[in-house]
């Protein structure tokens, strides 16, 4: 078997994104499907698996399957999974470890949906809120944003974090994203423009909150050897670790502590580096508080410290920990489950130099992190900089 | 059609004449919510139902100011609650002036209408507590 130090990303693609108003989810996925087989300098015949994740807006029974029938692929292996989030990541390690087994020699991993313009503003309200439990929890109306707002008011309860701390996360995100010409929102914001903005579930205000758009985006992955006959350099996968300790909010034995203290150590141990050796991180910031509490329990930071630390500018353009380089889920793009695919495609540029005025002076080692639930299930993955063979 | 699980059931039916279920363990005695087919804690398969006693304090809450959908009129306050039986659950905190609720502020078992589900387990901020500093 394979090494998964022997894995290699060989091939991203990113659709449009923002608001597009002119293909649906599965046109999308296969674009970036097809858009990733072709920037690896593959053909659609080199291709001997497909794994995707399902449309939230135009669910597919058979989603993976489908997305190969349309892009004319006639992949060996074909896996769909339910839901983005962490598992995004999950995706990626799985599409990993078929190749390290043999399962597979080259695997593409495409995600897209479209939240903003096929699917009402109200009815996505509901679907994202369903994953509350449908009996316990769902009856009482909680929203996405209000789980949220439960943990980032135990947090401010233990460790007396404060709503500017909170709106640093937006104050962040949007220094990059004025950088990043397909960043849906790219006007700077200010701490006082965020805790200003419209109360959606106290202490959480608009600019708390995650956007939502459309778009799709794919990578392929396969085995290092192939991958130094192919047109990029290889990005390879170091380490991964996953941290599951509940899936609804109303079971977590803590508020403020996730489960991505497991998968952050598992993802740094295995990779064989110190979280002090990581050079750029790309975070899972659906909302201002999962951000704060992702840079604690993956170590960058002391709990409580996140927002002194965003406060400081290092997480910012020119800082010593650039964080979400694209604008992350709070500017960039935030189609539904496809979120966390933004942050690598855009590590993956980094890689390759063309990040343009984000562009990072040195990259080693990148620190991608991704949850889903409600902060619930964690994936973390370690990348490093491959050689050209 | 026609199936439906029992311990939901027997959930709702308790909600129904006013009275909140939870389990308890008889293997290990600790008592779990939501209510399941087998202990959380110690994987036994010998559950009792017990009624709250109905005394809770607040864990976290938040103002919904923008409701989920038309049958929640915003604001509301979306609360977990733990009881004194060592259970968490999700809630409203309801009563005059729910926003005043604060981390720790102690709350007893009500039952209100909640959306377009009928009845549920509410709580308001205990009456031995108002006007008190939180504590």
Known sequence: ?????????????????????????????????????????????????????????????????????????????????????????????????????????????????????????????????????????????????????????????????????????MVSSRAWASLNPTAQY????????????????????????????????????????????????????????EGHHYEHISQASSLTTSAAVDSGKAALAQAGIGVGEVDLAQLYDCFSPALLIQLEDLGFCDKGEAGALLASGATR?????????????????????????FGLTEAIRQYRGTAGDRQLDRLEHTLLHAQGGIMSSHATLILGRGDRG | MGGTDQVNQAYAEGIDAGRLLIQQCLDCQRCQFYPRITCSHCAGDRLDWTESRGGGVVVSFTVVRRGVSADFIAPYVVALVELDEGVRMMTHIVGPDPEQVQIGTPVVLTFQPVGAAGRLPVFSPSPLQQGEASP
């Open chain 1, 1 to 169: 078997m394979r090494a998964l130090s022997d894995i290699a990303i060989v091939g991203s693609y990113e659709t449009t994104l923002g608001v597009v108003t002119d293909r649906g989810p599965m046109a999308l996925g296969v674009e970036a499907t097809l858009g990733a087989i072709a920037d690896a300098g593959l053909k659609p015949g080199d291709v001997d698996g497909l794994i995707t994740c399902n449309s939230l807006v135009v669910p597919v029974m058979y989603h993976a399957e489908a997305t190969a029938e349309y892009a004319g692929l006639t992949p060996g292996h074909c896996l769909s999974v339910g839901t983005g989030g962490g598992t995004t990541f999950t995706a990626l390690r799985y599409a990993a470890a078929a190749i390290q087994t043999g399962l597979a020699h080259t695997v593409v991993v495409a995600m897209a949906d479209s939240m903003r313009s096929f699917m009402t503003r109200d009815r996505a309200m509901m679907v994202q809120s369903s994953s509350g439990h449908p009996i316990y929890e769902q009856p009482y109306g909680p929203t996405v944003p209000a789980y949220y707002a439960l943990i980032a008011r135990a947090h401010m309860a233990t460790y007396g974090t404060t709503e500017a701390d909170f709106a640093e996360a």
């Open chain 1, 186 to 241: 790219r006007e700077p914001v200010s701490v006082d423009d965020v805790l200003n903005s419209k109360p959606i579930a106290d202490p959480l205000k608009l600019l708390d909150c995650s956007i939502v758009s459309d778009g799709g985006a794919a990578v392929v992955l396969t085995s290092l050897d192939r991958a130094h006959h192919l047109p990029h350099p290889p990005v390879m996968v170091r380490g991964y670790g």
């Open chain 1, 317 to 341: 353009p020119g800082g010593q920990l650039p964080v979400n380089t694209h604008g992350g889920m709070l500017s960039h793009c935030h189609p539904g489950n496809p979120g966390a695919m």
